[in-house]
C-alpha cells in the first residue's frame, strides 16, 4: 500500500500546481450496486489500475504529458499531470469478486455490485383476526 502524504488543503481543491487529482462521484444506484465516476480525460486504459483489497478500492494512473510538444514550445499550461492514486472504503455489503469497470469518453465508471444478502427485503406480516 503506497503511502500519501497528508495535505490538509487537498479536499478543499487546494493542491500543489503540478499536482493531477481527479474528481470521484461515487453513489448507490438504488438497491443494486455503487457506482463510482472518475474524469480521466487525455488518458488510455493502460495509464488506468483498479484494484480491491480488504473492502479498498483503489484508483491508480499516470496522466502524461503530450510528447508531440516540447517543453520550451509552452506558453501558458493550465493543466495538470503527473501520477495519482485514490483509495475508498467500501462497505462490507459489497460483493468485490463481481466489480466491473469501463472508460469511455474520459471518464472512468466502476460498478461495485451489493451481495445480494445485503440488499433490501420487504416482509409482508398477516394479521391474525
Request: glycine content about 4%; aromatic content about 10%; hydrophobic content about 40%.
Amino acid at each position: 500500500m503506497t503511502i500519501v502524504r497528508w495535505d490538509p488543503f487537498r479536499d478543499f481543491g487546494y493542491t500543489a500546481p503540478s499536482t493531477f487529482m481527479p474528481p470521484i462521484d461515487i453513489f448507490q444506484t438504488g438497491e443494486h450496486e455503487l457506482v463510482l465516476k472518475a474524469e480521466l480525460p487525455a488518458m488510455s486504459r493502460e495509464d488506468i489500475d483498479i484494484n480491491i483489497e480488504n473492502f479498498v478500492l483503489t484508483l491508480k494512473g499516470e496522466k502524461k504529458v503530450a510528447t508531440d510538444v516540447k517543453d520550451e514550445q509552452f506558453h501558458h499550461v493550465e493543466r495538470r499531470y503527473g501520477a495519482f492514486s485514490r483509495s475508498f472504503s467500501l462497505p462490507q455489503t459489497v460483493d468485490p469478486s463481481r466489480v466491473s469497470a469501463e472508460y469511455k469518453d474520459g471518464v472512468l465508471t466502476v460498478h461495485i455490485p451489493l451481495r445480494e444478502e445485503a440488499k433490501l427485503r420487504t416482509i409482508k406480516v398477516d394479521v391474525a383476526a
